[in-house]
């Protein structure tokens, strides 16, 4: 029977590359969300059981250990050790990444990747698909949509779609980067502090 820890380390693997990178630039809360009724939150923990522990926990285990008993313990890793090597050596790097960032940074992060843990199927596929889009913009536009984004998020909730619907946000983006925008603004992800960016080194 596959210890605690295994079966961190286990789910920590399969998701690791999709949750960092989205919880490194996808970012927005919602209202109706942020206001759920703990009997919400319940079932949604309760359809979520039978997928193991948060990824987050392994991070959380983990984060304060030395690097290279970090890379150990992921080399120690059966799983890892089955993946491609361009694979391996994607995830340590991202390791890598992680433990390199500032404590609150780090934080942000392990905040964001508990509020995937807690979407819907429905809301992952959403949020993969726009942090895809996202990735597809020129480098100049990705930059501004990202701006805005972290203006939406500092921004209270019945004033975002109004921004969107703006003659400003009109005149200034695409209509394929407001329905960027717009979706990203209805996915209860973890808010940045301070509208900054935890944006990493992402392929």
């Known amino acids: 029977m596959e210890t605690r820890t295994q079966v961190l380390r286990h789910r920590f693997i399969t998701v690791w590359a999709t949750m960092i990178s989205l919880a490194l630039v996808v970012a927005s809360p919602m209202p109706s ?24 926990e392994w991070l959380r285990q983990y984060k304060d ?3 290279d008993q970090q890379q150990r313990a992921l080399d120690n890793d059966t799983q890892f ?7 391996q050596q994607k995830l340590r790097e991202r390791l890598q990444h992680f433990s390199n960032l500032p ?3 780090q934080q942000r992060i392990l905040d964001r990747m508990e509020t995937w843990e807690h979407l819907t199927p429905q809301q992952k596929q959403n949020a993969k698909q726009l942090f895809s889009q996202l990735k597809d913009l020129p480098p100049e536009r990705r930059q501004v949509v990202q701006g805005a984004i972290s203006d939406l998020r500092r921004m209270p909730p019945d004033q975002r779609q ?4 703006s003659d400003r946000f009109k005149n200034q983006f695409s209509p394929q980067e407001r329905g960027l925008l717009n979706g990203i ?19």
Do not use: N, T, Y
């Not at 109004?162 to 619907?165: G, R, S, T």
């Open 162 to 165: 109004q921004a969107i619907d």
């Open 103 to 105: 404590s609150d940074r």
């Open 33 to 56: 969300f942020a206001k759920e009724r703990r009997g919400d939150r319940q079932q949604r923990k309760q359809q979520a059981g039978g997928r193991g522990h948060h990824v987050g």
């Open 185 to 203: 603004s209805q996915l209860p992800l973890a808010p940045a502090d301070g509208g900054q960016s935890d944006q990493g080194s992402e392929e």
């Open 65 to 67: 250990l030395p690097p």
């Open 81 to 87: 050790r089955s993946l491609p090597p361009e694979r």
